[in-house]
T-cell receptor
């Protein structure tokens, strides 16, 4: 069974450009999460989808970030326009449901560098 | 509010020595606690989790952690380090398993031959 897959693994863009990150969750997982780790700091929650609906987007830094999950399958996270402080590793995770016995599975992350 | 503090961003141990990675948490509700590991070029992998059952939790690769409510701690240990344990380790707390995680800053473990 395929795990959570993220594309690209690395991206280097110039300040002001647009970048779109993609996450393919494990098939059948309704819950999808985006997290970000800025260098040397903790991994921080960005948002949570349940199927195609945004359940919680309280961690989104500002309106330059747009997340979508059309059809409730894969998700994209667009940064437009990118700023230097957006650099970091973006992680995606998915889980089948919520509860004591569920587990969230993480992708390998996308390392974004804004220069 | 939920938060996690990991003491020591870098820990070095000799091969065969005890591994101790520290984690303290703050939670306004009974927490679920986790340790994740990230090997180079891989995603975060669940090592173990505490979900209000036994306070001593055993995970994969010989790791275990003990939930101590009085100390608000969830330290990760392994009796004997192996070279393959070199990775970054993250402690996390969640109010509900599978929901939003609050992570610590991570501890990079180096194993010296």
């Amino acid at each position: 069974e395929a795990g959570v897959t993220q594309f690209p693994s690395h991206s280097v863009i110039e300040k002001g450009q647009t970048v779109t990150l993609r996450c393919d969750p494990i098939s059948g997982h309704d819950n999808l999460y985006w997290y970000r780790r800025v260098m040397g700091k903790e991994i921080k929650f960005l948002l949570h989808f349940v199927k195609e609906s945004k359940q919680d987007e309280s961690g989104m830094p500002n309106n330059r970030f747009l997340a979508e999950r059309t059809g409730g399958t894969y998700s994209t996270l667009k940064v437009q326009p990118a700023e230097l402080e957006d650099s970091g590793v973006y992680f995606c995770a998915s889980s089948q449901d919520l509860g004591q016995n569920t587990e969230a599975f993480f992708g390998q992350g996308t390392r974004l560098t804004v220069v | 509010a939920q938060s996690v503090t990991q003491l020591g961003s870098h820990v070095s141990v000799s091969e065969g020595a005890l591994v101790l990675l520290r984690c303290n948490y703050s939670s306004s509700v009974p927490p679920y606690l986790f340790w994740y590991v990230q090997y180079p070029n891989q995603g975060l992998q669940l090592l173990l989790k505490y979900t209000s059952a036994a306070t001593l939790v055993k995970g994969i690769n010989g790791f275990e952690a003990e939930f101590k409510k009085s100390e608000t701690s969830f330290h990760l240990t392994k009796p004997s380090a192996h070279m393959s344990d070199a990775a970054e380790y993250f402690c996390a707390v969640s109010p509900i398993t599978g929901n939003q995680f609050y992570f610590g800053t991570g501890t990079s473990l180096t194993v010296i031959p």
